[in-house]
């Protein structure tokens, strides 16, 4: 099974701040990785796929990169409605999911 | 738009059994698999099953494999999820997904609660 890890765990921060998230991958997973954006009570949104292509609607504050087994997401410019958890997933061999990044208000 | 509403989850003894449904609307159905994933209570998420368009083709998770079984109406524009033997690790909340063809899940439904308890 190919493992997912998210870091940080718990990130805080302030409205206007750049937020980084990295995603790494037990073994390589090509471009294969989405991720997703959930809040309380809600479903996950998608955000980002193929690691970084912005999801149709998505803010474009958002930006995904990497490949292989190495991936961020970045939020330039924290707005009030980012604060959520963040989950990222790969694809390449059926579906596995991160532990998650809790964005959180400094 | 597309709208994915998932019922039947509830409280449930260890070992019984349950029946999720997910009902689809705003998009064609029968032309795209079909996934379930679950969220236990403060933890993060875990998929489960997939479906193909069809229904010829299924796939689980090791943890639900041999208990669960996903299944689909395409008539009814309706996903399943028959939970037998279940266990205390099931409780969780229930979200069906759709399956973009390049394998990443574009919507998803608002979930049910699953709890699983004596």
């Known amino acids: 099974d190919i493992q997912m890890t998210q870091s940080p765990s718990t990130l805080s921060a302030s409205v206007g701040d750049r937020v980084t998230i990295t995603c790494r991958a037990s073994?390589?997973?090509?471009?294969?990785l989405a991720w997703y954006q959930q809040k309380p009570g809600q479903a996950p949104k998608l955000l980002i796929y193929k690691a970084s292509t912005l999801e149709s609607g998505v803010p474009s504050r958002f930006s995904g990169s990497g490949s292989g087994t190495e991936f961020t997401l970045t939020i330039n410019s924290l707005q009030p409605d980012d604060f959520a958890t963040y989950y990222c997933?790969?694809?390449?061999?059926?579906?596995?999911f991160g532990q998650g990044t809790k964005v959180e208000v400094k | 738009q597309v709208q994915l509403v998932e019922s039947g989850g509830g409280v449930a003894q260890p070992g019984r059994s349950l029946r999720l449904s997910c009902a689809a609307s705003?998009?064609?159905?029968?032309?795209?698999?079909m996934q379930w994933v679950r969220q236990a209570p403060g933890m993060g998420l875990e998929w489960v099953a997939v479906?193909?368009?069809?229904?010829?083709?299924?796939y689980y998770a090791d943890s639900v494999k041999g208990r669960f079984t996903i299944s689909r109406d395409n008539s009814k524009n309706t996903l399943y999820l028959h939970m037998t033997g279940l266990r205390g690790e099931d409780t969780a909340v229930y979200y069906c997904?759709?399956?973009?063809?390049?394998?990443?899940?574009?919507?998803w439904g608002r979930g049910t609660l699953v709890t699983v308890s004596s």
């Open positions: 997904a759709r399956k973009h063809y390049e394998d990443y899940f574009d919507y």
């Open positions: 997933q790969q694809y390449d061999r059926f579906w596995t």
């Open positions: 705003g998009f064609t159905f029968s032309s795209y698999p």
């Open positions: 073994q390589s997973i090509r471009s294969w």
């Open positions: 479906i193909s368009y069809d229904g010829s083709n299924k």
